[in-house]
């Protein structure tokens, strides 16, 4: 009876245990994929934020964001539009 019970516990974790290394390998690598992730959009913020924070603080910054988003120039400039290139593939 014993030996039984020792072959079907041994044949149950045997078929178990390499399932549960695979699920658990998944896993890891699902988390440090997750962390790369979370690294970079807090990069990402911390980029965005020091933006807003040129903009908020400096003049200068502020009249170089106007201009480039509304396309304005200063009376003698000169401005060469070119069109937007496509990437080769």
């Avoid at 400096?58 to 069109?83: A, D, H, N, V």
């Amino acid at each position: 009876m014993f030996l039984l019970l020792t072959a079907a516990a041994s044949l149950f974790f045997g078929l178990r245990v390499p399932q549960a290394i695979a699920d658990l390998t998944a896993k890891h690598e699902a988390i440090r994929r997750l962390q790369k992730e979370n690294a970079d959009l807090a990069r990402e913020l911390d980029e965005k934020r020091e933006r807003v924070r040129k903009l908020r603080d400096s003049r200068s910054e502020q009249e170089l964001e106007i201009r480039r988003q509304l396309r304005y120039q200063r009376e003698g400039e000169t401005s060469i539009m070119l069109p937007d290139q496509k990437p080769a593939k």
